[in-house]
């Protein structure tokens, strides 16, 4: 017999860790190669862990809910090795031997493993009102600071929270590693002090509703935007009337032809890629004192799931695809994003991000930056609206479809008029569509 180290595999750029979510397998089950043994959260997106092996699942080093980094082992399985028979008496006692001791030495390996996995899930922790994104855990975890030491830091974030600012700051005044932290207590108490002190009531025909795991990553994520991100908006206004029209002439075909439902989503989306590489101080991220200039022009697309959140998957080099490839990448991430089906790489790599406020009948919104970009556009609904059309022969009144677009950007690193010159630049791209474009 041998022993095989499931691991949490890599599952895409930036991701560093998962959330279990549930055991498929139970100690002593079959388990054949490639069948999932477990689920797995991140960020937001869940996904199954497959075993590489066949054999037989002997031991979980992981509960449901335990947080587990990319590249431990999260469980054992036993596997099959090959025997050899042989008729020689004298030799097969050796070959005893030399198992039994192998199995020994698998066996203090395997149990090495557990004890490192258990130190590491045992490291720090958010506890009671203290919550700990995982970057300040890996902080931490990375200069040695220990749960008490950490608990001891004063945070600066809302309800006292310890931001990336905080223990960047408390590690350059650390002149040695410190085990307590006695005067630190009663100030971080004094922090998480107005939440107890306002607490909501419910009353008795209040009805409780426990955040979902989704629900609660996102609010931390909305949180630590408005908290890193000096946010501003600005608002202008489309006609896009030639759009309109344009769509209704060609959807039927288009679906004939393709297969693909057309809708206005991949036409904003085009425009917003040729803004982007118009204005590429808005295809950027901050990192301390320094920006990050992007290559690569990455969409995120906003898309509502079942359960009511939105999740933001990525249109990869969304620059460098027509109208019928970006038609296609739009339909098939807002389907897998409905049926739960996207993967964690799905996700990442976003360099700016569109959301459709008007589908749900919005005329405009405030969005809040997904991090690190910097910058968020909201499509407000389209609306037949009477407004003033200039010819040459003069001006008169008409019927035209109009939206409004909301651009909220930092405001750290973004001034207001490249705010304002890249959204007037979807604009200009939108009211400049060729009503006779072939596709």
Request: glycine fraction near 6%; hydrophobic fraction near 40%; proline fraction near 5%.
């Amino acid at each position: 017999m041998a022993k095989f180290e499931l691991k949490l595999p890599k599952m895409g750029e930036s991701v560093a860790e998962a959330t279990i979510t549930s055991w498929l397998k139970e100690v002593g089950d079959t388990i054949e190669a490639d069948e999932a043994v477990l689920e797995i959260a991140t960020d937001k997106v869940d996904s199954e862990v497959p075993s590489e092996v066949d054999g037989v699942l002997v031991e979980k080093l992981f509960n449901v809910d335990d947080v587990v980094q990319v590249g431990q082992t999260i469980a054992i399985i036993e596997t099959e090795g090959e025997s050899s028979s042989s008729t020689n008496n004298s030799t097969s006692q050796p070959v005893e031997k030399v198992e039994t001791k192998t199995d020994t030495v698998a066996v203090a390996q395997v149990e090495n493993t557990v004890e490192t996995a258990k130190e590491t899930a045992a490291a720090v922790v958010s506890s009671g009102d203290r919550f700990y994104s995982p970057l300040v855990k890996n902080i931490a975890k990375k200069e040695g600071i220990g749960q008490e030491e950490l608990d001891a830091i004063q945070g600066t974030g809302k309800d006292g929270r310890v931001t990336k600012n905080d223990i960047l700051a408390y590690l350059e005044n650390r002149t040695a590693p410190q085990t307590e932290k006695p005067a630190a207590a009663p100030q971080v108490k004094q922090a998480s002090e107005p939440v107890k002190t306002a607490p909501a009531i419910p009353t008795g025909d209040d009805e409780i509703v426990q955040m979902t795991r989704m629900g609660k990553l996102i609010a931390h994520h909305m949180v630590d935007s408005v908290q890193t991100s000096a946010h501003v908006q600005s608002f202008i206004e489309a006609d896009v009337t030639k759009i309109w029209n344009w769509r209704k002439k060609v959807k039927d075909s288009f679906m004939k032809r393709e297969g693909e439902n057309l809708t206005f989503t991949p036409i904003f989306m085009e425009a917003v890629a040729k803004a982007l590489r118009d204005f590429p101080m808005m295809n950027i991220s901050v990192q301390g004192d320094t920006i990050i200039k992007k290559k690569h022009i990455n969409l995120g697309m906003a898309a509502a799931l079942p359960d009511g959140n939105l999740i933001v998957p990525v249109i990869k080099d969304a620059d460098q695809l027509n109208l019928v490839g970006m038609t296609k990448k739009v339909n098939d991430l807002a389907n897998r994003a409905r049926q739960n089906q996207l993967k964690p790489d799905d996700i990442q790599g976003g360099t700016y991000t569109v959301t459709n406020v008007g589908t749900f009948g919005s005329i405009m919104g405030t969005p809040i930056i997904n991090q690190p970009q910097v910058g968020i556009l909201a499509l407000g609904a389209i609306r037949k609206m009477p407004a003033v059309v200039e010819t040459p022969e003069g001006d008169f009144i008409g019927i035209r479809y109009k939206m409004i677009m909301s651009h909220s950007y930092d405001h750290r690193v973004v001034n207001g008029a490249l705010g304002g010159q890249f959204v007037k630049a979807v604009k200009d791209y939108l009211e400049a569509w060729d009503p006779n474009r072939e596709i």
